[in-house]
């Protein structure tokens, strides 16, 4: 045999690729079987023209053997073969792929489906091999070669014996060391498992004898003897690449169940295939209910790629945007190279038009679900709606056209759940604003001071309960020309310009008596005024600027939230109440008695408001001096 060096030589650059290039050692098996089925193809291809090959699609077989005590793994096929210039070309020069070149030469030709483009998933085997030797006769060759290595030091390569055409690749495993187990590799069960995952869906049958144990027929009990027998190891036909009338709704709920480990049937199932400029297959489930880690750090997105049903990354995360964290599935695309990398996807520019499509699938399935399922996604929405009003407000409401039409409120026309496109029409052109309240329950918001006076203008109430409700709503700005208020912003505006005119005028008489509850309030509240928002009410809260009580109290619920974020609150009192004319007498005569009856206003708003009193003790005390004066 001829010793050679490598084309591209330096042990830098074999280092680089294996190590780069590859995230795990268990990666090199789906490459030597991905190269052998390759060859499969080709020959196959052939034997479509050709009829001297001589074989139908069902002889062409992937064959793995396993040799525990000489540490040797197998990987066995009878495609194509090579001749010792291709043996040379292919495996003497680095990231030189065969299977580019043919599918380059046969690239106006329909159902060529080669594998392997990128050239260098051959050296993976490296990772787990101290040696390396390739046997391969080529079709219709009567001369055999073999190839052998142990690394970037170079190569061998020579004639050999081989019966029949085809190539065997054996790979000596490494002895195992402090931080690799290497042996693991000859284990049948460990190599089964593999192929189930990265290689399960190969054209060709992908097959192994398996050594087992089985009580001996007539024998004595306990009495067992060992078994070989042929398994086939993976199952050939991805589900997604079948039409889906092909497929049974059980077919479907039973993959997903055993795919992605839920117990529960998915709530929606999205099959699609593309062709263009993007060409891929996908299989895509809502589950019913969040996993259990969804809304933690921990929680990874990302669906399955595939390249011609080859597992390249378990959770690609570049093919969901956040906010469709919640989808789980699979992409099959033919666009894309097996060997490739995690940092090279991200620069992929089919990847990225995979996504965008993706994207625009997914919200087309949710919108026909919100019209044409209501109920499901209603359900829907009760689990993972919070994941798209965050989408909502994510990266400076960049997304927020995407998602608005997909966001669900509660409303106070019956308490049911409403899209803004159904408040919007309901309202109608003449109301320009669209009225929101905050609170942790609808029942708690229904005892706003401020909720009756809306509802008694005719104007329709959005209540949000998320903490993210309204941030989500303050991004978006409006919707169809509407804006949105909260209605215990200091802009709410329910009056009439008389009703305008006449409250000015009272505030305006007031001011030394509410600059006098002020102080006695202290920091509590920025200034205290007479309105006409409430009906029945004496008193209420509302603030001024972009921070609501709600936004306030998220905000400052943050982990690592130094600096306390403070609204700008206003105590209003009701001026038709007789409280206002209790207050004007005090002023007149008694203004220590004022001031306390200032601070049991307030407290009395705050506890409306679902806002903490922040000396309760105080509170409690001044209700029991007033009541006993």
Not at 329 to 356: C, P, T, W
Request: glycine share 6%; aromatic share 10%.
């Amino acid at each position: 045999m001829r010793t050679k060096q490598f084309k591209s030589e330096s042990k830098r650059l074999m280092d680089m690729m294996i190590n780069s290039i590859y995230t795990h050692k268990e990666i090199f098996l789906r490459e030597i079987i991905s190269n052998a089925s390759d060859a499969l193809d080709k020959l196959y291809f052939r034997s479509l023209t050709d009829s001297s090959v001589g074989l139908g699609s069902e002889d062409f077989v992937i064959r793995i053997e396993l040799d525990e005590e000489n540490r040797l793994i197998r990987v066995i096929d009878n495609g194509c073969g090579m001749t010792e210039e291709e043996l040379d070309t292919n495996l003497g020069t680095i990231a030189k792929s065969g299977s580019l070149a043919f599918k380059k030469e046969n690239e106006k030709t329909e159902n060529v489906d080669i594998i392997g483009q990128f050239g260098v998933g051959f050296y993976s085997a490296f990772m787990v091999s101290d040696m390396v030797t390739v046997e391969t006769k080529a079709f219709g060759s009567d001369e055999a070669f073999r190839w052998e290595s142990e690394g970037a030091d170079g190569y061998k390569i020579g004639p050999c014996e081989k019966a029949d055409f085809g190539t065997v690749v054996t790979m000596h495993i490494k002895e195992d060391t402090e931080d690799e187990k290497y042996s693991d590799f000859l284990d049948q069960y460990r190599i089964s498992a593999l192929i189930k995952k990265y290689s399960d869906y190969i054209r060709h049958p992908i097959k192994m004898e398996f050594t087992t144990s089985k009580p001996v027929e007539g024998g004595e009990e306990g009495e067992y003897e060992e078994v070989k027998e042929d398994r086939i190891l993976n199952s050939r036909i991805p589900l997604w690449k079948k039409n889906r009338s092909e497929i049974t709704p059980e077919e479907y709920n039973n993959f997903y169940k055993e795919k992605f480990y839920d117990f529960e049937d998915p709530a929606k199932v999205i099959h699609t295939s593309v062709e263009g400029q993007a060409t891929y297959h996908a299989m895509m489930f809502i589950p019913k209910r969040p996993p259990f880690d969804y809304y933690s750090k921990d929680y990874e997105k990302g669906l399955q790629l595939y390249s011609k049903g080859v597992l390249i990354m378990d959770k690609c995360s570049d093919l969901l945007p956040d906010y469709f964290s919640f989808v789980k599935g699979l992409v099959d695309s033919e666009d894309l190279s097996l060997n490739i990398s995690r940092e090279m996807l991200q620069h992929d520019s089919q990847l990225k038009l995979i996504a965008k499509t993706i994207e625009k699938k997914v919200k087309s399935e949710l919108e026909k679900m919100l019209k044409n399922e209501r109920e499901a996604y209603e359900e829907f929405f009760k689990n993972f709606g919070i994941q798209l009003k965050f989408g909502v407000y994510n990266g400076y409401g960049v997304h927020k056209d995407v998602l608005k039409d997909l966001l669900l409120f509660t409303s106070s026309n019956e308490k049911k759940l409403v899209t803004l496109a159904e408040y919007a029409e309901r309202a109608g052109e003449e109301q320009k604003k669209i009225y929101y309240a905050c609170g942790e329950t609808v029942e708690k918001i229904e005892m706003l001071p401020q909720c009756d006076s809306v509802k008694e203008k005719g104007f329709e109430i959005l209540y949000l309960t998320e903490y993210v409700d309204e941030f989500a709503l303050k991004m978006l700005g409006n919707y169809a020309d509407k804006e949105f208020i909260n209605i215990c912003d200091e802009q709410l505006d329910l009056d009439s310009e008389d009703e305008k005119k006449e409250l000015e005028t009272e505030n305006a008489d007031a001011k030394d008596m509410f600059e006098e509850m002020k102080t006695a309030i202290g920091d509590g509240v920025s200034s205290v005024r007479y309105t006409n928002k409430l009906s029945n009410h004496p008193v209420c809260l509302t603030t001024e600027g972009g921070i609501s009580l709600e936004m306030e109290k998220t905000l400052n619920s943050m982990p690592g939230q130094e600096q306390k974020v403070k609204a700008q609150i206003v105590l209003e009192i009701n001026a038709k109440h007789p409280v206002a004319e209790k207050l004007k007498a005090l002023f007149a005569d008694d203004k220590e008695t004022l001031g306390k009856y200032a601070k049991l206003l307030y407290g009395e708003a705050c506890l409306i408001s679902g806002k903490t009193i922040d000396d309760p003790v105080e509170y409690s005390n001044l209700i029991c001096e007033l009541m006993t004066k």
